[in-house]
């Protein structure tokens, strides 16, 4: 009997939660659209969550494109097809890896970032208090981190994507010697419209999610299961956020494909 | 009773886990009027003011707000009503990435179109009024315990609110400070007249500035009684309050 009740709180527990998620995600969405808007909370917050990672994605973007490059050279050389390296790198990135691997950087940067501080205004009882002088949390805090996360996340793909194909070249053609001519015409040759429209619609789509989970996180962190206490609720929560947001981009990445293929 | 009650709770109750904390809340805050909650720590004072506020859901019973049903209202509606509110936490609740002038500021810059000359000088106005204008730009974390609350009150009072709700003042501020803050809201009340609810510690000081003077004890309210009826009050645990709080003195007094 005890195990039974114990599946039924956990049940109730995600339902729950699922349940407010959404709302939370209605209301931000609401309060995204609604009149007055402020520019400069968008623009510090496009700072924090898009400049601010812009070092890290040349990093990662660069070293991402340079071992699809050595992989690439490698595996194609096999059946004499090194001349499609750049076309292999080029779509791996726009498709697949550009927006994932950057929203999977920005969730560790950014994400985690928002999560805490959000609950840390939860719980030292900032976001009542906004509350009380009949200030929307959800347009003041969460708004325009929504925003900022729409506008970052595909310039960020964007960069990646740009770099990780210099880096392809740098090691294909400047290390293996690949044929340069042959790169650039392969990506020009087989990268279409649709293939960028698909990393477009990916990193669109990761940027809601990203911010979507973490700042819900935060936001909920006193309803969080556990009890959400002090510097411990927050950390708890920020943890479970980062992993949420993570896992949720691979699996909804999974479905995005299959849904634009 | 002529002056509206604008603020009306019925046999509110709230318990967390086994602990009942509020056991049938009857109280009506009167328009214009202040109400003085005091109570021993813990006993659920700041509970009573959450739930007013609509933080808070009780169990059973019912929190009236200006007609309204405060935790049945749409968000809308909630909103609307606490506009007129004025809010100091007992924590005081500040923005801590914030300035204190961006802290008091808030309020104007995300409520009314003012331009920022006119928000300047309503800020420097009220943080002039509680006493604090010299740290204008310390964060919340830079200030003693005393000064938070001081910025709390002037965040509270920068919309000139209908209603305010005060918990706890004066806590943690020295004699001269909070004789000063008294004199602050009795000026500020007779100018605005609005009404306001405070929990306070501050007994016998507190009933000078009181109307009326509700006793929380045991989770529910020992009547909502004038300062000079309830120190008069023969109710064996106001009398019993009125004596460890205020000495025999005044019992011998009256007896005289
Ligand atoms: N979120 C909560 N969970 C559990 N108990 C609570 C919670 N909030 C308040 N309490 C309990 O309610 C009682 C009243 O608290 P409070 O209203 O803060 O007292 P005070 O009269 O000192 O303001 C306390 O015993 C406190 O432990
Ligand atoms: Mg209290």
Redesign the interface.
């Known amino acids: 009997m005890k195990y039974f009740e114990k599946i039924g709180t956990y049940a109730l527990y995600y339902v729950n939660e699922a349940g407010r998620m959404g709302i939370f995600l209605f209301h931000s969405a609401l309060n995204m659209v609604k009149p007055p808007y402020k520019m400069f909370p968008v623009i510090k917050q496009t700072y924090i969550i898009g400049t601010l990672s812009i070092f890290v994605i040349l990093f990662t973007g660069a070293f991402t494109g340079m071992v699809l490059g050595l992989q690439g050279y490698h595996t194609l050389s096999k059946f004499g097809a090194e001349g499609l390296l750049g076309s292999a790198v080029s779509l791996s990135l726009i498709r697949e890896l550009g927006p994932v691997l950057a929203a999977l950087m920005v969730t560790g940067r950014a994400g985690s970032a928002m999560c805490a501080e959000i609950g840390v205004m939860r719980i030292s009882e900032q976001i009542d208090a906004l509350e009380c002088m009949a200030i929307d949390p959800h347009k003041y805090i969460v708004a325009p981190k929504f925003i900022a996360g729409i506008i970052s996340l595909p310039l960020l793909t964007a960069i990646f994507d740009v770099v990780g194909i210099f880096g392809g070249y740098l090691v294909g053609v400047g290390l293996l010697g690949a044929n340069e001519g042959m790169y650039f015409s392969s990506i020009y040759k087989d990268v279409d419209f649709n293939d960028v429209y698909m990393g477009f619609v990916k990193s669109l789509c990761f940027g809601v999610l990203i911010v979507w989970i973490c700042s819900a996180k935060g936001f909920f962190v006193h309803l969080s299961r556990g009890g959400g206490f002090g510097a411990e609720g927050v950390s708890r929560v920020t943890t479970d956020a980062v992993v949420l947001s993570s896992v949720s981009i691979l699996v909804f990445d999974y479905f995005l494909t299959s849904v634009l293929l | 009773m002529k002056e509206p009650v604008i603020v009306q709770l019925t046999d509110v109750r709230k318990s967390y886990g086994r602990q009942e904390v509020l056991k049938g809340i009857n109280l009506s805050i009167v328009e214009g009027k202040t109400t003085v909650i005091i109570g021993a720590s813990g006993q659920g004072k700041s509970q009573i003011i959450k739930h007013i506020?609509g933080?808070v859901k009780p169990d059973s019973g019912r929190v009236v707000v200006y007609g309204k049903e405060i935790n049945k209202v749409s968000k809308r509606e909630l909103?609307?009503i606490?506009?007129h509110?004025g809010?100091l936490?007992q924590?005081a609740?500040?923005?801590?990435s914030m300035t204190v002038y961006d802290n008091v500021a808030?309020?104007l810059r995300?409520?009314t179109k003012k331009p920022e000359a006119e928000i300047n000088r309503i800020v420097n106005e009220k943080l002039a009024l509680m006493d604090i204008e010299e740290s204008n730009d310390k964060y919340p974390a830079q200030l003693s315990g005393g000064m938070r609350k001081r910025v709390g009150l002037a965040r509270a009072l920068v919309?000139d609110p209908k209603i305010i709700f005060f918990d706890e003042p004066t806590t943690g501020l020295d004699v001269a400070k909070s004789n000063e803050i008294y004199r602050v809201f009795s000026r500020t009340q007779a100018k605005l007249g609005y009404t306001s609810v405070i929990v306070s510690h501050d007994v016998p000081k507190i009933f000078k500035l009181a109307d009326y003077v509700a006793l929380l004890h045991n989770g529910v309210i020992q009547g909502c009684l004038t300062p000079e009826e309830f120190q008069l009050s023969d109710d064996p645990v106001i009398r019993e309050f009125v004596e460890t709080t205020m000495g025999p003195l005044y019992s011998s007094e009256m007896e005289v």
């Open positions: 506020l933080l909103k609307e606490r506009t509110f809010v936490f924590n609740a500040l923005f801590d808030l309020p995300e409520r919309l």
